[in-house]
Structures are given as structure tokens and as C-alpha cells.
């Protein structure tokens, strides 16, 4: 047997490191007396108390969750639908509900922006919360779709017939055949809609109005307009809050094996 | 299954019903361009919640008008794109019956600007560009545009983000009027820009002040207030107005066709203009109100330091931006070929 | 027609219209109103005219865009490439670990993708910025000049797009690793290929499924990039993007930002339908999972 070579070994090392100095620098940033970064002036945790202070950040926050719930709840409504249809039935129909089910995954953010702030606009529907969230059903209902779809590749549909020929309702063997199946794959794409949805800037930024801004939006203000300290504080927090949601899901899946 | 859908439905009623609160102003501003103390006595004052979003050139606040935005109830256009605005009937008339405070504008100011008689605008600061820079690194500083030319502060300086301003700089530097729409003047004014633009670091207007204070840039294109405030914090930094003439700009409040809360924003317009508030928002933002009572409380060094209330020299070389109606598009076309020439 | 057959029908139109309904609605329309902006003029005033024309198409030829254009391509190629040639090694590291070291490793991967976007980004700027701790490490290390600038070029906007889609490509390329029988490899010795020639000529295609999946992933949005160049790029690094988002936020120019879209919109959807009409009836096992 040969020896084997070093050199993934080393890749792998270059690309963790790559993927956290930036994050690292961060961290230290935002303990910095400095006011808008660069060299070290000294400890404070002074950007801590202004992100705490800022009440605009609390709302947009809670805009934020309002949508990426909304949009999570209907996506997978609507996403589990297309999954089994597209599962299901091999028509020409499919063909073409497949086609669309995959486009608004390859389609760049900018164009899909575009083309709802175009449609919203023609259609003289006002920009608001609710133009965001139906944008966001749009985008995230296709990651949903593909996620149970997957989960059903390995669903035998017999069951379900078996059910129906015992007598079980159509509605009853939905329930207590297919959503138990399903459940994980729907609990994954709907974890995945909620987090397309929180971390959405590019489609939200074409279709909010004024009293729309969500989290990503204030976070792009305050890159732009406002105090990049304050941001590092933020991001801090927001890289800690990602370990433990990812860390805990980990081990529940863990659990569940 | 059951609870998680109750507490999806109840959410959603929760989004359907909070989206609409009565007693809301929402203002689009320039950033750093209102002290939060003052928005903050207003709020308290009308018991009303004051939401602020923040734009960074005039192209940019009309194309968000013309794109379909609306709900905003206060916005801060230049004396300008004001007028371009309440040509395409996008702004309101201006009912002064609702303003008590509109006496102490300075009239003397108002009768020279594009608007005279305060049909659709009320000003609110007196603005100018210049350069800012970091006195410790750049060395022999001239107030001159030409300053741009210097590579030796290659890709430490920038320029501001808004064609206006850039092109018609450069046709100041060349002699010519800031509006012209000459186009052998506009040709010079692109072989310039492009000799700045090696120069530069990005067109920027916000990121831009962050960047001088931080040591990101050494020198920028800038409005004057926005440069003082830059200096109050950080000595090393100055500002000049550049000796071939300069931008003036009248900033305005206007309120939108589409407001929807025209009774609070004539309300926010008529406490701004009070003398104290008009004093604070001045000790803050560094510009200068043309608000007679509200002048008197300032400080003889405000009124007189140069960087706020250009002097009579500077004056006579400069010029208030105007609308330039179909020729604008002769702007956005050379803006465009600076973009992307090399 | 069997009544069997007329019920399967009836089922399947009604579970299938409420979603391809939507994607009609909020998709489909949107796209064409795009594409039919991209024939209206524009006035002066951000107003859109009411006649058809192909003046603002042909108003593409003009000798500004294909700069752009092709800046656009190579960026984007060039990132994927990078993309692809990190995550093959890594996606081979990590799946020849065993099961525990595997999944530490995917957590850390994983991790960075899931931090916001813009914060991603902005990481970028802190951690470039002329006078921070790199580039003071840099200096000291005689690597970098004092004057040397790191932020504001092509080059800050390639380094942030590969670090905003490396994820992206590492997961898929990692997953078709896994699932490969690395005995071959061992076959592949036996029979005397060199360390090199094996990998090629065996875990290359072995794994050819993930690699076409993280192209897509990679190359499609940084396509579609305007956050990243808007941030870290300079005077010197406009994409598309950015020229749309101009179009649209500052020259009120409602119909050239259509007909850029277009073009970019038409590059992306013909090859993706064609392929996907080819790929559904034949792919009906296929477990892999796409993602952005």
C-alpha cells in the first residue's frame, strides 16, 4: 500500500484557517476602543452596550423572525405539495412543475429581485413586510420541494396504497403515513427555508419599503451609514448564536439516531 | 404538529396586524444629517415613533421614489432634484398656514434659490463640497481639485459616489460651470475624472467618512459638515474647499404625494424649524440652517468659520447644482463610460 | 379513460396547482415582465415609455458593457475554479477521516456558511482593512509594503466570493466523496497507476456527480454577485450586478436594468431547462440534494 500524500491534509488545514481569521479578526474588533477600527486604541466593551441600546436593531430583528417564520409555515405547505406531486406523477405537466420548481433555485438573487419589485410595482401593490414575506415564499418553497423530495426518493408508495385498501380516508393515511415519513425531510427543508429567509439581503433590499427593514437590511445601513464597531459586536454575537443553533441541531439529530 | 400550527397561524396574524401603526413618521434622510437627540424630543413631544432610513445621493432617493416606494412622509432632497420632484408631481405643495415656525427662514436665502417662494420645499441646511484629509499623511496639501491627480496618494483617496458631484467637479477644475451640459465641456471634464479615478480608491459617500477616520483613506471628497464632524472627533483630519469653486446645495424638507401622515409630517417639519431645535441639529451636524432665529443662538466661531459659511470669495466662484432636465441624461451616460473605463 | 385513471388525474392537478399557481404568479410573470421591460424606452425622468422599441437591446452593444461582461465571466470561472480545485483535496480529506473527525470537521465548515452574509463580508473589510493586525503581519513579515493595498481591487472581490461560496462547493463535492469505494483506488495501485494517475483517472470520476453539482452552486450566484464587488471592489471591479442594481437605484432606468437582466436571466434558464428536461425521467433514484 502506498503511502498517502500530505497534501489534503494540508488543503483542508488552509481551509479552515481561511474560513476563520476574518472571523477571528472580528472578535477582536469588536473590543476595540477605536471607533471605526484599524489600529488598536484599547479594550472597551463599550460597542456592546450601544448594540444593546439600539432599539432599531430590535425591531428590525423582530421583522426578520416575523417573515422567516411566515415564509418557513406556507414554503412548506406549498414546497411538500410540489414534492409529492413530483413524486408521484410522471407526466408532462411535472415536467414542466419541475422546470419551475428548479429555476428560482439556479436564478441569481438580483434578477429574482428585480423582476418581484417590477411586479409589485406594475401591479401597484404597496413595498412592505408583506411583499418581502411573498417573496421569500417564492424562493424558499423550491428549497423545501427539493429537500422532501429527496426524502421520498426512498418512500415506497405502497404503504400508502395498502392504507387507502384498509379503509383509511385519503386524509387519514396523509396523516398517519406520509407526514410521519416525511417529517424529517420536511423538518430539514423547513430549517433550511427559515435560515435562506433570516439571511436573505439582495431580494429583500428590491421589494422593502419603508417600514420593512429587516435584520440584513439595517446590518447593510449600518455597514454603509453607520458605525462599523457596533456591526462587530453584532457579528460576534451572531457568529456565537450560530454556533449553539448548529451545535444543538447536531446533537438533537445525534439523539434521534 | 397541532401547537406548532397554531403558533405558525398566530404568528402570521400577529405579522398582518402589526404592520400598521397610526402614529408613525417615516423620514428619508441623508445619514449623520439630524441630531438623534432632537428626533428623540419630537418622539416624545407627539408621542409618535420616528423611523429613519437613509439614502446617499439624489439619483438615488428619486429612483427609489420612481421604483415604487412609498411611505415616507419627510423627505431631504437638494434644492434640485426638489424641483425635478415637484415638476414630475412626486412632492406635495407646501400648505405655510400649517407651518408657524416657516417666518424665521431667511428670506434673503430663500429668494436666490430654486424655489423662492417655498411652494413645494422648505429648507433645511445650507451644504458645499470639499476635501477632507489626514494632516499627518498628506504632505504639501493644495485646495485644489487637482489634488485627485496625485498618485503618490494613489488608492487612499476617494471621490463621492454621485455623478453630480464628480463630473461636475471636474468641469469646475477645467473652468467651466458646474452645469454645464456643454459637450466639449463635458468631454474635458471625463479626460479628468478618469485621470482622478486611477487615483482612487471607490466612489463612496458614507463608508467613505468611516474610512478617512479609521486611516482607511487619507484624503476624500466630502460635504462640508459631514467633514467637521469627522474633525471633532479625530484632530488630525482638516478641510478645505478647493480654490477653483465648488457645489453649493440647498438640502430641503419635502413631503411626498404618497405620505401618508401629512399632518405629523408638517408637525416634524415646524419643530424642526424651531430656533432651539434648528440650534441643536446645527451644533450637530455642522451645516448651517438658513434660519434667522435660530442663527442668533449660535456661537460668533460657528457663524463665522469658513468650513460652514463659505466666504464671499468662494462664493462668487461656486454655483447651486439646478435641474438639468433632459440633459441629465447626458450625466448618467459619462458617469456611466467613467465607470467602466479604465 | 378509466375511472381510476380519471381519479389519479384529478389528484394530481389538485396537489400540483397551488404550488406551480405560485411560481406562476410570483416566477413565471415577473420574468416575462422583465423581459418585456427590456423593449420599453426610458425617459429622462425614470418614466417608462409606452411604445415598443429595440433601442434600449441595442443600446447593450455599446463598448462599456462587454468590459463589464467579460469581467463578470472570469471572475466567476475564476472562483469556481478555486472553489473546485480547494474542494476536491479537502472533500477527499475529510471523507477518508473516520466517522467522529468527519463530523467536527463538517461543523466547522458548515458553521461559516450559515454566519449572515453581509456579516461574511464584512469580516472581509475589517479584516483587510489597511491598518489591522494583517496587514501590520504582512508588513512585519516584509510580505506586503506599507503602502500595499489590500482592499478596493478584483483581486479582494475574487478572495470574497471564494470564501462566500467554498461551502458551497465543499458539501457536495465531500458528500460524493463519501459515498465513493475507495478500495478502487487501492484496485487502481495494484494495477500500477501512480498516486496521481489513480486519482485522476479513477477518483475524479468517481466523484464527477458532486463536482458538476458544486459548479452550478459556485458559478451561478457569484454570476449574480453586486453585494461582494459593491463592498470590497473598487473603482476597477463592477460586475453585472452592480451595473442592474445602478440601473435601478440611482439612473432610474427601469428598462436598461430589464435588458441586462435579461441577458443574464436567458444565459441561466435555456441550459438549466434543457438540462433538467433531460435529466427527469431519467434520474428517479437520485438522492442528491442541491443547494445554493
Redesign the interface.
Known amino acids: 500500500m502506498k503511502k498517502r500524500s500530505r497534501f489534503p491534509f494540508y488543503v483542508t488545514v488552509a481551509i479552515l484557517v481561511f474560513f476563520y481569521l476574518p472571523i477571528i479578526i472580528v472578535f477582536m474588533q469588536s473590543f476595540n476602543a477605536?471607533?471605526?477600527?484599524?489600529?488598536w486604541k484599547g479594550f472597551t466593551l463599550q460597542w456592546y452596550y450601544r448594540l444593546f441600546a439600539d432599539k432599531n436593531i430590535w425591531h428590525a430583528l423582530s421583522n426578520t423572525l416575523?417573515?422567516a417564520?411566515?415564509s418557513?409555515?406556507v414554503s412548506i405547505i406549498l414546497g411538500t405539495m410540489a414534492a409529492f406531486a413530483l413524486y408521484r406523477y410522471k407526466t408532462k405537466l411535472q415536467i414542466t412543475h419541475n422546470i419551475l420548481i428548479y429555476l428560482p433555485l439556479v436564478i441569481p438573487d438580483i434578477l429574482m429581485g428585480i423582476s418581484l419589485?417590477l411586479f409589485?410595482?406594475s401591479l401597484r401593490i404597496?413595498?412592505?413586510?408583506?411583499t418581502i414575506?411573498l417573496s421569500h415564499i417564492t424562493f424558499c418553497m423550491s428549497y423545501v420541494a427539493m429537500v422532501v423530495l429527496a426524502r421520498f426518493q426512498d418512500f415506497d408508495y405502497s404503504t400508502f396504497e395498502a392504507a387507502l385498501d384498509l379503509g383509511a380516508t385519503w386524509w387519514i393515511a396523509v396523516k398517519r403515513v406520509l407526514?410521519p415519513y416525511l417529517g424529517p425531510g420536511i423538518a430539514a427543508g423547513g430549517l433550511l427555508a427559515f435560515t435562506l429567509s433570516l439571511d436573505d439581503f439582495v431580494i429583500t433590499f428590491f421589494v422593502a419599503?419603508?417600514?420593512s427593514?429587516t435584520l440584513p437590511l439595517y446590518i447593510y445601513?449600518m455597514?454603509?451609514?453607520?458605525?462599523?464597531s457596533v456591526i462587530n459586536a453584532l457579528s460576534v454575537l451572531m457568529v456565537i448564536f450560530t454556533f449553539i443553533v448548529v451545535f444543538i441541531s447536531k446533537k438533537l439529530m445525534e439523539v434521534k439516531e | 404538529?397541532k401547537k406548532l400550527l397554531t403558533f405558525?397561524a398566530a404568528?402570521?396574524m400577529?405579522?398582518v396586524s402589526?404592520?400598521k401603526?397610526s402614529n408613525?413618521l417615516?423620514i428619508?434622510n441623508w445619514?449623520?444629517y439630524m441630531n438623534p437627540a432632537v428626533i428623540e424630543k419630537f418622539e416624545k413631544e407627539y408621542n409618535c415613533k420616528v423611523?429613519i432610513?437613509?439614502f446617499?445621493?439624489n439619483?438615488?432617493l428619486?429612483?427609489?421614489l420612481?421604483?415604487?416606494?412609498?411611505?415616507?412622509d419627510v423627505l431631504f432632497p437638494t434644492s434640485y432634484m426638489s424641483r425635478?420632484m415637484y415638476e414630475?408631481k412626486m412632492i406635495r405643495e407646501i400648505d405655510h398656514s400649517k407651518l408657524k415656525n416657516i417666518k424665521n427662514i431667511d428670506m434673503a436665502f430663500v429668494k436666490k434659490g430654486l424655489d423662492p417662494q417655498m411652494r413645494y420645499s422648505v429648507p433645511y441646511m445650507m451644504t458645499f463640497t470639499g476635501i477632507a484629509y489626514n494632516k499627518k499623511k498628506v504632505k504639501n496639501f493644495k485646495p485644489s481639485w487637482s489634488i485627485f491627480e496625485r498618485d503618490d496618494l494613489a488608492?487612499?483617496m476617494t471621490l463621492l459616489n454621485d455623478m453630480r458631484e464628480v463630473i461636475g467637479a471636474a468641469l469646475k477644475y477645467n473652468g467651466y460651470n458646474y452645469n454645464s451640459t456643454n459637450d466639449a465641456e463635458l468631454e474635458k471634464a471625463f479626460e479628468t475624472v478618469i485621470k482622478w479615478?486611477k487615483n482612487?480608491?471607490?466612489?463612496d459617500v458614507?463608508?467613505a467618512k468611516?474610512?478617512l477616520?479609521?486611516?482607511?483613506f487619507y484624503l476624500i471628497q466630502v460635504y462640508n459638515g459631514d467633514a467637521l464632524q469627522l474633525i471633532a472627533?479625530n484632530p488630525d483630519l482638516a478641510f478645505a474647499t478647493p480654490q477653483e469653486g465648488t457645489a453649493l446645495s440647498q438640502d430641503d424638507f419635502v413631503i411626498p404625494v404618497t405620505a401618508k401622515n401629512v399632518e405629523l409630517a408638517y408637525k416634524f417639519i415646524d419643530f424642526m424649524l424651531e430656533p432651539e431645535n434648528c440650534k441643536a441639529n446645527m451644533e450637530f451636524v455642522y451645516y448651517l440652517a438658513p434660519n434667522i432665529a435660530a442663527q442668533k443662538l449660535m456661537s460668533e466661531d460657528f457663524l463665522k468659520d469658513p468650513a460652514v459659511n463659505p466666504p464671499k470669495s468662494i462664493l462668487d466662484k461656486s454655483e447651486f447644482l439646478q435641474d438639468l432636465?433632459?440633459n441629465?441624461?447626458k450625466f448618467?451616460a459619462l458617469w456611466?463610460?467613467i465607470?467602466?473605463?479604465? | 379513460m378509466s375511472a381510476e385513471v380519471l381519479r389519479k388525474r384529478k389528484g394530481e392537478i389538485l396537489i400540483s396547482i397551488p404550488p406551480i399557481l405560485w411560481l406562476v404568479i410570483f416566477f413565471v410573470i415577473p420574468t416575462f415582465l422583465v423581459i418585456a421591460m427590456a423593449f420599453r424606452s426610458a425617459d429622462?425622468?425614470?418614466?417608462i415609455g409606452q411604445e415598443w422599441t429595440l433601442d434600449t437591446i441595442k443600446s447593450l452593444g455599446n463598448p462599456?458593457?462587454p468590459?463589464?461582461i467579460w469581467r463578470t465571466i472570469w471572475l466567476s470561472v475564476l472562483s469556481t475554479a478555486v472553489c473546485i480545485l480547494a474542494s476536491i483535496p479537502a472533500g477527499y480529506y475529510i471523507a477518508r477521516l473516520n466517522k467522529k473527525y468527519q463530523d467536527i470537521l463538517l461543523l466547522f465548515i458548515i458553521v461559516p456558511f450559515w454566519i449572515n452574509f453581509l456579516i461574511r463580508i464584512f469580516a472581509w473589510k475589517v479584516f483587510l482593512?489597511?491598518?489591522g493586525f494583517f496587514k501590520e503581519a504582512l508588513v512585519a513579515l516584509k510580505i506586503a509594503a506599507p503602502?500595499t493595498?489590500l482592499?478596493?481591487n478584483t483581486g479582494a472581490v475574487l478572495v470574497v466570493i471564494v470564501y462566500s461560496y467554498l461551502p458551497f462547493a465543499l458539501l457536495p463535492i465531500y458528500a460524493a466523496a463519501e459515498k465513493f469505494n475507495f478500495h478502487l483506488l487501492e484496485a487502481a495501485y495494484d494495477l500500477g497507476a501512480g498516486r496521481l494517475q489513480a486519482f485522476v483517472r479513477v477518483f475524479l470520476p468517481g466523484i464527477k456527480q458532486g463536482i458538476i453539482t458544486a459548479i452550478v452552486v459556485v458559478f451561478i450566484p457569484a454570476l449574480g454577485s453586486y453585494v461582494i464587488p459593491d463592498i470590497v471592489?473598487?473603482?476597477?471591479a463592477?460586475m453585472i450586478g452592480n451595473k442592474i442594481a445602478?440601473r435601478?437605484?440611482?439612473?432610474?432606468?427601469?428598462p436598461h436594468a430589464s435588458a441586462l437582466s435579461t441577458i443574464l436571466a436567458l444565459a441561466i434558464i435555456i441550459p438549466s431547462a434543457v438540462a433538467l428536461t433531460m435529466r427527469f425521467f431519467k434520474e428517479k433514484n437520485s438522492t442528491s440534494l442541491r443547494l445554493r
Request: charged share 25%.
Open positions: 477605536s471607533r471605526f477600527g484599524g489600529a416575523v417573515i417564520f411566515g418557513t409555515f419589485l409589485f410595482v404597496e413595498l412592505s413586510l408583506f414575506l407526514v419599503g419603508p417600514d427593514t445601513s455597514m454603509r451609514h453607520g458605525s462599523p | 404538529m405558525f404568528a402570521l400577529a405579522f402589526c404592520s401603526k408613525e417615516h428619508y445619514a449623520d423611523v432610513n437613509y446617499d445621493s439619483e438615488a428619486y429612483a427609489k420612481k421604483a415604487g416606494a412609498t411611505g415616507y425635478l414630475q488608492g487612499r479615478k482612487i480608491a471607490k466612489f458614507d463608508e468611516r474610512g477616520s479609521s486611516g482607511e472627533e432636465g433632459s441629465n441624461s448618467s456611466d463610460k465607470k467602466s473605463t479604465k | 429622462p425622468y425614470g418614466g462599456d458593457y468590459v463589464i482593512h489597511p491598518e503602502d493595498l482592499l478596493y471592489g473598487g473603482t476597477q463592477e445602478q435601478t437605484f440611482i439612473d432610474r432606468n427601469l
